[in-house]
Each structure stands twice: as structure tokens, then as C-alpha cells.
Nanobody, 126 residues
Framework: QVQLVESGGGLVQAGGSLRLSCAAS????????MGWFRQAPGKEREFVAT????????DYADSVKDRFTISRDNVKSTVYLQMSSLKPEDTAVYYC???????????????????WGQGTQVTVSS
């Protein structure tokens, strides 16, 4: 059974950086898209970034474009989210996600993801 385990969250000042990691286990990692989503208190879960199975394609929400970078290491079965120039509005629980079936292309829709990690809290202070 596939499991996703996020790490790397924490408290950072505005303008700072953090790198989130999401380690997957239980299958051939490179066959599956990966995505990062976030949910702030009182708000809907929203798309942040996605990367294709081989890592050749990426897509970002407009709100994080040019500040966040998604990448993956298929040997380590891990996806990363490098976050820079963080803002207080980036405060949220961040989740990584992947589909149950081997769909490799990127997607920004949460409906295209079936398996979710437990989430990691990111708090940006002003």
C-alpha cells in the first residue's frame, strides 16, 4: 500500500525559505504524477504545484510561481517543494498527493489525486 510522508514544515519569518519533502513507498515512483496542495484555516484546499512522473513537466499556482520550485528524485522516491520569499499568506498545512493509478502527466485538480499525506504545517510570521 502506498504511503506518503511529508516533512520539513515549520515556522519561518516572511522572506525566508523552507524545503518540504514527501517520501513515497510501495510502488514504482516514476510512473506517477505528484502534487503539492495546501489548506489554510477556514479555506478550501488549493493547488500549489505538480510534477510529472519523470520530472520533465511542472506547473504552479499563480500565487507561488517564481517563488516555489517542485522537484523529484525518483531514485529516492521523494518529491520536494522548495519555498522561497515566503509570505504570511503562505501559512497553511501542506499536503503531497499522488494518484492511485499510474498517471504521469501533471494535474492541478485535486480530483486527479487519490492518495494524500498527513500534511505538514508551514507558518510564516510577518
Amino acid at each position: 500500500q502506498v504511503q506518503l510522508v511529508e516533512s520539513g514544515g515549520g515556522l519561518v519569518q516572511a522572506g525566508g525559505s523552507l524545503r518540504l519533502s514527501c517520501a513515497a513507498s510501495g510502488r514504482t515512483f516514476s510512473m506517477y504524477r505528484m502534487g503539492w496542495f495546501r489548506q489554510a484555516p477556514g479555506k478550501e484546499r488549493e493547488f500549489v504545484a505538480t510534477i510529472s512522473g519523470r520530472g520533465l513537466s511542472t506547473d504552479y499556482a499563480d500565487s507561488v510561481k517564481d517563488r516555489f520550485t517542485i522537484s523529484r528524485d525518483n531514485v529516492k522516491s521523494t518529491v520536494y517543494l522548495q519555498m522561497s520569499s515566503l509570505k504570511p499568506e503562505d501559512t497553511a498545512v501542506y499536503y503531497c498527493a499522488t494518484p492511485r493509478s499510474p498517471y504521469s502527466a501533471t494535474s492541478s485538480s485535486s480530483k486527479d489525486y487519490d492518495i494524500w499525506g498527513q500534511g505538514t504545517q508551514v507558518t510564516v510570521s510577518s
